[in-house]
């Protein structure tokens, strides 16, 4: 089981990487490969209430924009219903904490939620289901000015629309 | 040891309305010029709400260079056409004395002031200046201008403005930004635009007459610039993904901001006119912060292309770029200084995050502020001053501090929290 987790991991690591080589040209062809045809309608549902409870939001460390490890379960969960229904969307809002300066966070910001939305659309999401926007530091969730309110405000909110 | 002047009793500038700013200086230079500014004398039934000798002498106080006589010691209080006893001067330890007087006339109000030079004993100059009750702290910063000018040699800035964002929060996703617009003391604030959305990178047009800054209309960020006199805003961009930080060019004709809609942060010159877009880099990293140097040839830009987010200057010719800054691990958001030899930016030291500024020349790095995340400095126009962003426990503040860092002072506002400070040109 952790053997399987720490495989994918680097294998998703490999693909973000190659990806991230040819910068936002891929986001247009992926997607198709896994279809709704299999799923059913009680699938689908089943789908629906694990995504539901899963986590939707993703934390990252400072300056940083690659998932942590712990993120990939629930984002699976996420891609699994996605996938099944192709008319649920999703927006991610990627976020900063306060340190560092504010244009940059902005940018920090969404490079987080295009992090989340490559590995959506490696899992099959088709990437017109995902919209992203970054609030930079903009929007703390917490207002604690030490390492624990930090790492609670960088972070990608998954928001069903 | 050190003549150092701490005026860590904060002294408070009467202000009319709440949500101005408070000035407080925390530090001053050594041997400041000692300047007497004698209540203006009403000359005319009625009050008038501003102050002038309080606003004269706070502006002076505020560039460090000068400290204010206390109107308590003064030993009389002459109005501009009474003698001037030079020997009272010199007694409580004034240097310059400044007498006025302001009355109601027909055509609204007339203010007349003289400078004195006490150990010189003789008048420096003296002006008659007419106006009306809402030009008064126009009047009151012209006055302090030319003083500032007559005793030191250097334009003054206290007839500029100041742009910069409050926030006020409920929750975290119930906000109120407010773009204000204000005198260079705080005074007159005024929201110029306002939005539960972020405001971020308000920026000035060489001549003052315009602002461009990033705001949300609808869920998406776009770079708008809004001409001051008649509130129009001209939409830039709006692409999809970042369109952020703009700073125009020093002719006003463009505006250099990022955009990620090719996939990425890069950076893009826009032209206003024709809005024709240039895409001035190419690379994978985090390219921001975009700033053009005062002759037009380079910018100076945040790029994270080396790991960690440093300065880089782009050549506006050739697309050509330097990396700047090699001293600590984070250095970002980066303006030349008026001058065009040095450049402020935020540099993080020990885990804090100052501001700090460096000659291109000599590469000396000084360090101006010692509080912990500073961020967004703006040079006052006359290159002695910068405004930047700090904070305390609770909230953003603005403060000011010189560029060889020894004189501080904080503008913390009353109500909100403020941040993202422009510093405008001279408008003269």
Same mark, same amino acid.
């Given at each position: 089981?952790?053997?399987?987790?720490?495989?994918? !991991?680097?294998?998703?690591?490999?693909?973000?990487?190659?990806?991230?080589?040819?910068?936002?040209?891929?986001?247009?062809?992926?997607?198709?490969?896994? #279809?709704?045809?299999?799923?059913?309608?009680?699938?689908?549902?089943?789908?629906? #209430?694990?995504?539901? !409870?899963?986590?939707?939001?993703?934390?990252?460390?400072?300056?940083? #924009?690659?998932?942590?490890?712990?993120?990939?379960?629930?984002?699976?969960?996420?891609?699994?219903?996605?996938?099944?229904? &192709?008319?649920?969307?999703?927006?991610?809002?990627?976020?900063?904490? +306060?340190?560092?300066?504010? !244009?940059?966070?902005?940018?920090?910001?969404?490079?987080? !939620?295009?992090?989340?939305?490559?590995?959506?659309?490696?899992?099959?999401?088709?990437?017109?289901?995902?919209?992203?926007?970054?609030?930079? +530091?903009?929007?703390?969730?917490?207002?604690?000015?030490?390492?624990?309110?930090?790492?609670?405000? &960088?972070?990608? +909110?998954?928001?069903?629309? | 040891?050190?003549?150092?002047?701490?005026? $860590?009793?904060?002294?408070?500038?009467?202000? %009319?309305?709440?949500?101005?700013?408070?000035?407080?200086?925390?530090?001053?230079?050594?041997?400041?010029?000692?300047?007497?500014? @004698?209540?203006?004398?009403?000359?005319?039934?009625? $009050?008038?709400?501003?102050?002038? *000798?309080?606003?004269?002498?706070?502006?002076?106080?505020?560039?460090?260079?000068?400290?204010?006589?206390?109107?308590?010691?003064?030993?009389?209080?002459?109005?501009?056409?009474?003698?001037?006893?030079?020997?009272?001067?010199?007694?409580?330890?004034?240097?310059? /004395?400044?007498?006025?007087?302001?009355?109601?006339?027909?055509?609204?109000?007339?203010?007349?002031?003289?400078?004195?030079?006490?150990?010189?004993?003789?008048?420096?100059?003296?002006?008659?200046?007419?106006?009306?009750?809402?030009?008064?702290?126009?009047?009151?910063?012209?006055?302090?201008?030319?003083?500032?000018?007559?005793?030191?040699?250097?334009?003054?800035?206290?007839?500029?403005?100041?742009?910069?964002?409050?926030?006020?929060?409920?929750?975290?996703?119930?906000?109120?930004?407010?773009?204000?617009?204000?005198? $260079?003391?705080?005074?007159?604030?005024?929201?110029?635009?306002?939005?539960?959305?972020?405001?971020?990178?308000?920026?000035?047009?060489?001549?003052?007459?315009?602002?461009?800054?990033?705001?949300?209309?609808?869920?998406?960020?776009?770079?708008? @610039?809004?001409?001051?006199? /008649?509130?129009?805003?001209?939409?830039?961009?709006?692409?999809?993904?970042?369109?952020? *930080?703009?700073?125009?060019?020093?002719?006003?004709?463009?505006? @250099?901001?990022?955009?990620?809609?090719?996939?990425?942060?890069?950076?893009?010159?826009?032209?206003?006119? /024709?809005?024709?877009?240039?895409?001035?880099?190419?690379?994978?990293?985090?390219?921001?912060?975009?700033?053009?140097?005062?002759?037009?040839?380079?910018?100076?830009?945040?790029?994270?292309?080396?790991?960690?987010?440093?300065?880089?200057?782009?050549?506006?010719?050739?697309?050509?770029?330097?990396?700047?800054?090699?001293?600590?691990?984070?250095?970002?958001?980066?303006?030349?200084?008026?001058?065009?030899?040095?450049?402020?930016?935020?540099?993080?030291?020990?885990?804090?995050?100052?501001? *700090?500024?460096?000659?291109?020349?000599?590469?000396?790095?000084?360090?101006?502020?010692?509080?912990?995340?500073?961020?967004?400095?703006?040079? *006052?126009?006359?290159? /002695?001053?910068?405004?930047?962003?700090?904070?305390?426990?609770?909230?953003?503040?603005?403060?000011?501090?010189?560029?060889?860092?020894?004189?501080?002072?904080?503008?913390?506002?009353?109500?909100?929290?403020?941040?993202?400070?422009?510093?405008? %040109?001279?408008?003269?």
């Amino acid at each position: 089981m952790n053997i399987l987790k720490q495989a994918k !991991a680097v294998g998703i690591a490999a693909v973000l990487a190659v990806l991230a080589g040819c910068a936002g040209q891929v986001n247009e062809q992926a997607g198709g490969a896994s #279809s709704t045809s299999g799923a059913t309608a009680a699938n689908v549902a089943q789908l629906k #209430s694990e995504a539901m !409870a899963a986590d939707t939001l993703f934390f990252f460390e400072f300056d940083k #924009s690659d998932l942590k490890q712990e993120a990939l379960d629930d984002l699976d969960a996420h891609a699994k219903y996605l996938s099944a229904d &192709r008319t649920s969307k999703v927006r991610l809002e990627g976020h900063a904490d +306060e340190r560092g300066t504010r !244009a940059y966070n902005l940018a920090l910001g969404e490079r987080r !939620a295009n992090s989340v939305a490559r590995y959506l659309v490696i899992q099959g999401v088709n990437r017109s289901q995902i919209e992203t926007v970054s609030y930079g +530091e903009e929007r703390p969730l917490s207002l604690s000015r030490d390492d624990n309110g930090w790492s609670r405000n &960088r972070r990608v +909110e998954l928001i069903y629309q | 040891m050190r003549l150092l002047i701490w005026l $860590a009793m904060a002294f408070v500038v009467a202000m %009319p309305a709440r949500a101005e700013l408070v000035i407080e200086i925390t530090r001053g230079v050594e041997n400041p010029i000692k300047i007497a500014v @004698v209540p203006f004398r009403v000359k005319s039934s009625g $009050a008038f709400d501003v102050d002038l *000798a309080r606003l004269i002498e706070s502006n002076l106080e505020r560039s460090g260079q000068f400290i204010r006589v206390s109107r308590d010691t003064m030993l009389s209080l002459p109005g501009p056409e009474d003698q001037i006893f030079y020997r009272d001067w010199r007694a409580i330890d004034s240097e310059y /004395t400044v007498v006025g007087s302001i009355e109601r006339d027909a055509q609204g109000l007339l203010v007349r002031y003289g400078l004195h030079d006490v150990f010189g004993e003789r008048v420096l100059f003296a002006e008659r200046i007419p106006g009306s009750q809402e030009s008064l702290r126009d009047i009151g910063h012209y006055i302090s201008d030319r003083i500032y000018e007559a005793l030191t040699g250097i334009k003054g800035i206290f007839s500029t403005r100041l742009l910069y964002v409050s926030a006020e929060r409920r929750s975290e996703k119930d906000q109120t930004f407010k773009l204000i617009l204000s005198d $260079a003391d705080g005074g007159r604030p005024r929201t110029i635009f306002q939005s539960s959305e972020p405001i971020l990178s308000p920026a000035w047009s060489p001549d003052g007459s315009r602002v461009a800054y990033m705001s949300f209309r609808g869920k998406r960020p776009g770079i708008y @610039v809004q001409t001051l006199a /008649t509130g129009e805003v001209q939409k830039v961009t709006d692409f999809k993904g970042l369109n952020s *930080a703009p700073s125009f060019s020093p002719d006003g004709r463009k505006l @250099v901001l990022t955009l990620s809609r090719d996939g990425n942060p890069e950076i893009y010159i826009a032209n206003l006119r /024709t809005g024709e877009l240039e895409r001035m880099t190419n690379h994978f990293a985090i390219d921001t912060e975009a700033s053009w140097s005062p002759d037009g040839r380079s910018i100076l830009f945040t790029s994270s292309r080396g790991g960690k987010p440093q300065l880089y200057m782009l050549n506006v010719a050739d697309k050509t770029t330097k990396r700047v800054t090699f001293d600590g691990d984070y250095n970002s958001n980066g303006a030349f200084t008026p001058d065009g030899e040095s450049i402020v930016f935020v540099h993080r030291t020990n885990e804090r995050f100052h501001i *700090a500024r460096m000659n291109l020349k000599t590469r000396e790095l000084r360090i101006l502020t010692e509080t912990d995340l500073d961020e967004s400095p703006s040079v *006052a126009p006359n290159g /002695t001053m910068l405004i930047y962003a700090t904070s305390d426990e609770e909230k953003g503040l603005l403060g000011l501090v010189s560029m060889d860092g020894r004189v501080r002072v904080r503008l913390p506002s009353i109500s909100e929290s403020v941040r993202e400070p422009a510093w405008s %040109p001279f408008f003269n």
